[in-house]
């Protein structure tokens, strides 16, 4: 068991089963193999282990987090770290042009709890509408609002009693879910100027109605630090005696004998690949890149592309395919100049983080002026909301104080250095505030395809985004509705100043003008972390899906795909709370396939033939083995 003492707090990290895996891998019959330990995984495994007759193993590529992860204000000190995948996108002829080789980051958490340890823990967790449709669009049956609800509910420990709807919100979960606190006068300013142009302020944005408006979203925090599903349902799991977790441990390949996933392969920290079997079933949790590339390799995928790399193809599914995430425009900078001496500014500046800092220690919740959140539609006849306005304040001349020395714009949005000097000289004047319109419900889709057949190699991920003519509409609204706020009272008044970005490759183009803008949108629109969809849920005579709404993989016994890539279509939010919803509902259907929890999944058939074809367990293995 690691410990790792902060203050007050005691952290007791699971203990780590790797060692005697790799020593010997068939010491324990397991019934289920975990892989990936991020935000579905490590739900899954410790919803599974609930079963004290359930052996439990997760595999986990990455390790315990380090300290910096618990301070919600630090979150994006964690990016490009050793707990960051820091996957980069291959080029595109339209996009990406303001970015470090015209490629764009794609940061994933490689560590225990995932992507959920190094999070900006916004916890939204979808419209009523993207469950609709879900179901109606998509197929997923099982999966409409009324079905997913109680999922949300059974994780949430709603901290804010004051705002308690017993109707969507539920005390006494595993996941603590607490609003933010801020300091930051900027608040009260772009509060007020959202109201001056109409938008009324949100009290629960996770509520049924569309909400159309601004006002402070809650997070996965507890006590001022990160909640992650890694504290939130791993921990409090890791002193059962079924559940195993080995940390470092790369799983390389399912493996597949006669169309029974049976167990996996790993990579030992020694270098050493080796196997270890189940007798029920593996649950794929290796997050929307991860899992689609394991499956290409162990030969579930688009039988042509696995042809190209020399791959038996087992079942002929669309992996990788139908990729989303959210377009976010992180462009609109808004600095705080007002006439007065550069000591001054200083001053403030940085008596400011001291006190947004100073939360920590009391153990009060704070992103800064990012607890500000906006909802809003691109047009009038829109029920729900198509745009999402982040924002976010970097402290004067901060830009360059990371830890891992790379620039801020670049360890977040993987800037070149001739953009991201256009921020820094901003940022030597004053503090800045970024405000960043996201569309919520994109209509291009991206691709992961195999570099190559070595699973330590990052696979290709081609991001076809904003290719409709739509979104680029849908941004500029954004945009338009960013500039619309830089021109009310109270931002005048206050003296912010929403600021030209003098990109090099859009000098040609007028500040403020449609060809400025969609210039760019070419140079600097980046997804906001929430990549995801790549292999779809659907009905299972879909050729367009790679799981059915078991969340089994089609056309394979014993195997489960449960993580952020298998939403049919990206909710229109900040994707952690639906995915480790997506965990905890396949994690209720595994145990009711076994019949070992009663729930009503009344559109499900149940116990179907999978459990006793896995029951030849031994038969199967026995000739792996012999192939071998
Ligand atoms: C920087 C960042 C900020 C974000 N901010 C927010 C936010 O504020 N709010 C929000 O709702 N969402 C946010 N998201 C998105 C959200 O966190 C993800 O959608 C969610 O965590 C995805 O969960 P997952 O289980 O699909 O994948 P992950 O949580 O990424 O988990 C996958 C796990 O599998 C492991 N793994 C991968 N391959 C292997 C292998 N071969 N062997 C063993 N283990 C493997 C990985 O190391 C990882 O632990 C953010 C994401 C990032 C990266």
Known sequence: MVCVLQGYHAIIYPSDYAYMLCEDPTQVTFNFIVVGGGSAGATVAARLSEIPEWKVLLLEAGSDPPEQTENPLLWNFNLRTKCDWTFFSE?????????????????????????????AMIHLRGTVEDFRQWKNKYGCYGWDYEDVLPYFKKSEDFVDLSRFDPEIHSVGGMLTVTPLTTFDPAYSVIA????????????????????????????????????????????????????????????????????????????????????????????LCAGPIKSPQLLMLSGIGPREHLNEHGIHCINDLPVGLNLQDHMSIPALVFTDRKCRPIEDIKKESSDLLKKEMSLFSKNISTLGLSKLMTFYKSNDDLVYPDLQIIKFRVPLNATNSFPNRINLFTNMFGYSKEVTNVYDELNLLSDIIVMAPIILQPLSTGRIKLKSVNPLDDPSIILDYLTHEEEIETLLKGIEFVVKLSKTKSIIDAGLVLEELKLPNCADYVWKTRDYWICVIQNLAAPFYHVASGCRMGPEDDPCTVVNPKLRVKGVIGLRLIDSSIMPKIVSANTNAATIMLAEKGSDIIKECYGVEEKDFSVLSILEDDVSKRSNFKQTLKRYIFLK
């Open 91 to 119: 080029k595109n002829p339209l996009l990406f042009k303001g970015m470090e080789h015209e490629r764009c980051i794609i940061s994933r958490g490689l560590v225990l709890g995932g992507s959920s340890s190094i999070n």
């Open 192 to 283: 007020e100027a959202e109201q001056s142009i109409h938008l009324v302020e949100m009290n629960d944005f996770n509520r049924k109605e569309p909400v159309i408006g601004y006002g402070n979203f809650d997070s996965t925090t507890r006590n001022g630090r990160r909640c992650s599903t890694l504290k939130a349902f791993l921990m409090p799991a890791s002193n059962r005696p079924n559940l195993y977790v080995a940390k470092n441990t790369i799983v390389t390949k399912i493996i597949i004998v006669d169309g029974v996933a049976v167990g996996v392969e790993f990579k030992c920290s020694s270098g050493e690949i080796k196997s270890v079997f189940c007798t029920n079933e593996v649950v």
